[in-house]
């Protein structure tokens, strides 16, 4: 069986904490005993004596890690504008997006930038909100900015706890919430002609028959092409 791979780009304005995200996602699947530092220069993308020393990322970096069976080579783009050349170069490569926004901060000029040019290349995106420990953190907010100046198409996937506190964590939405899945495929359907009508049957087998009894066939609020589709451009969401 070949084996399989996708190449997933972390971009974000500069600052976003988009190098330190990847640190993160090496240490969570084991690829770095501990997360390196931007400001120390110990991080594994930013390997470059100008990165070290002035704590941004100038090149384009590659690393992989394992998730099950499937290889995930994760391009650590530059957040700077001077280097935008070098984030288009990598876009025609990838498969998906990570788009890092600030708590604080939220939408910037640059992210707007990149956010178009992923939506010109049709490419898959997430939005991650970062940063929300810090004082001033509010995503209510940011999203809203995300809702205005990127996208209407955003699918929350879970609720920020503590916000502004080191204690800040983030509760995800259980993927079998039948609340969270019919959001789920609503939001995909928007871009899928496929997913609108399977998700219009499953509500038409749900329906009362004529004996007044409802059909025994469920009716998920979700299904198996909603996280297959291609969306045009895709539905971003915020974790």
Do not use: W
Not at 3 to 15: C, F, K, P, Q, T
Not at 93 to 113: C, F, K, M, N, Y
Not at 189 to 204: F, K, N, P, T
């Amino acid at each position: 069986m070949p084996a399989r791979s996708l190449n997933l780009g972390i971009l974000a304005h500069v600052d976003a904490g988009k190098t330190t995200l990847t640190e993160r996602l090496l240490h969570l699947a084991g690829v770095i005993d501990q997360p390196g530092s931007v400001d120390s220069g110990t991080t594994r993308t930013d390997s470059l004596a100008v990165e070290r020393r002035r704590g941004i990322t100038v090149k384009a970096a590659v690393v992989a890690l394992q998730v099950d069976d499937i290889t995930v080579n994760v391009v650590d783009t530059p957040g700077h504008p001077d280097f935008i050349a070098e984030v288009e170069r990598a876009l025609g490569v990838l498969d998906g997006a990570v788009l890092v926004l600030s708590a604080v901060e939220g939408v910037q000029p640059q992210t707007r930038i990149l956010m178009r040019a992923l939506q010109r290349q049709r490419i898959p995106t997430l939005l991650f909100v970062n940063k929300i420990d810090r004082a001033g953190a509010d995503v209510a907010r940011v999203l809203e900015q995300v809702r205005s100046r990127l996208t209407p198409d955003v699918l929350v996937t879970g609720t920020p706890v503590g916000l502004g506190s080191a204690a800040a964590s983030f509760a995800g939405f259980a993927r079998e919430d039948p609340a969270f899945q019919e959001r789920e495929t609503l939001a995909l359907a928007e871009h899928d002609d496929g997913v609108l009508a399977a998700y219009a049957r499953a509500a038409s087998a749900a329906q009362p028959t004529s004996s007044g009894s409802r059909s025994r066939r469920p009716a998920p609020a979700c299904c198996t092409r909603c996280t297959r589709a291609r969306p045009r451009p895709a539905p971003a969401s915020r974790s």
